[in-house]
C-alpha cells in the first residue's frame, strides 16, 4: 500500500511540475499552450537518447530542460503573434509532430518499442529505495519551482505578464514589448515541461509514444483549471486532487464487481468529468482563487 501511495505522489509532482509551466503561460500570461505532451515527451525522449550514449545523467537532464528551451523559442517566436485560437493550434500540431517523430523515427526513438532500460537517477539502488529518492528529487524539485515562479510572479517581470493578459495594448502604450515578454514565458515554461519529461523517464525507466497522447494536455489542464489557473498553489492542488480523482477511480471495479474493464475504463472518465462539472460550477475560479498583483 506505501508503494502504491508513493507512486501517485511521485506522478502527482510530475503533473504538478507541468501544471506550474503551463500556469505561467497561461495562468499569468494568458499563452494558450496545447502542447503540453510534446515538450513533456521532448524532455523525457532527450534525457532517454543521451543516456543511451553514455552520457552522465545530471547532463542528460540539464540537456532535456536546455532542448525544451531551445525548440519552445522559435515556437513562441512563431505563435505569440498569433491569435489564441491559432496559437492553441499550433502548439497542439507541434505536440502531433513530436509523437509522429517517436513513432516514425524508429533509428532515433526506437519507434513504438520505446526506448527501455533508463538508468537511474543514482544508479545501485534497490527498487524500494529508489522510490523513494525519486519521490524526495521530486519533491525538492517541485518546491524550488514553486519558489522560482513565486518570485517571478511577484516581480515587475511577473507584474508586466499579468498585464499583457489583461490588456496588451494597454502594455505596448507605456512602451514595452508584449512579443519579447510572452516570449520569455513562454520558453520558461517549456524549459520546466521538458525538466518533468526528463525526471518522469529516469522514474520509469521506460518511454514510448503511447505515454505523450494529447490526452496528457487535457490532465495538465484540468488540474490547472481544478486548481485555479494564476495560482502556483491552485496549480499544485489541482495536480493532486486530479491524480486521486484518476487513480482513486481505479477501485470503481470494488464497488460494482458486475462492472468489465472496458466499462470501467469510462466510468472513471464520467467521475472524473462530473467532479470537473460540479468544481466549476460551485468554485468557478478553482480551488485557489487567484490574486490580482497590486
Not at 512602451?175 to 515554461?189: D, E, L, Q
Not at 484540468?222 to 496549480?235: D, E, Q, Y
Not at 470494488?254 to 469510462?266: G, Q, S, V
Request: glycine share 10%.
Amino acid at each position: 500500500m506505501i508503494s502504491y501511495l508513493l507512486a501517485i505522489g511521485t506522478l502527482g509532482m510530475v503533473y504538478a511540475l507541468l501544471a506550474l509551466a503551463l500556469n505561467f503561460q497561461w495562468g499569468y500570461t494568458g499563452l494558450i499552450n496545447f502542447g503540453v505532451a510534446g515538450f513533456f515527451a521532448i524532455g523525457a525522449y532527450t534525457t532517454a537518447i543521451l543516456t543511451g550514449h553514455g552520457w552522465p545523467v545530471l547532463t542528460a537532464v540539464i540537456a532535456a530542460v536546455m532542448v525544451g528551451v531551445l525548440l519552445g523559442f522559435p515556437i513562441a517566436l512563431l505563435s505569440v503573434r498569433l491569435r489564441d485560437d491559432y496559437l492553441a493550434i499550433t502548439t497542439l500540431g507541434f505536440s502531433e509532430v513530436v509523437r509522429l517523430i517517436a513513432v516514425n523515427e524508429g533509428w532515433l526513438t526506437n519507434g513504438t518499442n520505446g526506448i527501455s532500460n533508463i538508468p537511474q537517477l543514482f544508479p545501485g539502488m534497490s527498487n524500494a529505495t529508489y522510490a523513494w529518492v525519486v519521490f524526495c528529487v521530486l519533491a525538492v524539485t517541485v518546491l524550488a519551482t514553486y519558489l522560482l515562479l513565486e518570485r517571478l510572479g511577484r516581480s515587475p517581470f511577473g507584474r508586466t505578464l499579468e498585464a499583457i493578459r489583461e490588456d496588451e495594448t494597454a502594455v505596448m502604450a507605456i512602451g514595452k514589448s508584449p512579443t519579447n515578454f510572452k516570449t520569455r514565458s513562454f520558453v520558461i515554461g517549456t524549459g520546466i515541461m521538458g525538466l518533468a519529461g526528463a525526471l518522469y523517464a529516469h522514474y520509469i525507466n521506460f518511454v514510448s509514444p503511447e505515454q505523450f497522447l494529447p490526452l496528457v494536455t487535457f490532465y495538465v489542464w484540468m488540474a490547472l483549471i481544478l486548481g485555479g489557473a494564476g495560482s502556483n498553489l491552485g496549480a499544485l492542488a489541482g495536480s493532486f486532487v486530479l491524480v486521486v480523482f484518476l487513480e482513486g477511480s481505479r477501485f470503481l471495479k470494488d464497488l460494482f464487481p458486475m462492472i468489465d474493464e472496458p466499462r470501467l475504463a469510462a466510468a472513471r472518465y464520467i467521475v472524473v468529468g462530473l467532479a470537473l462539472i460540479l468544481l466549476i460550477l460551485y468554485r468557478p475560479n478553482g480551488i485557489f482563487i487567484r490574486r490580482r498583483q497590486t
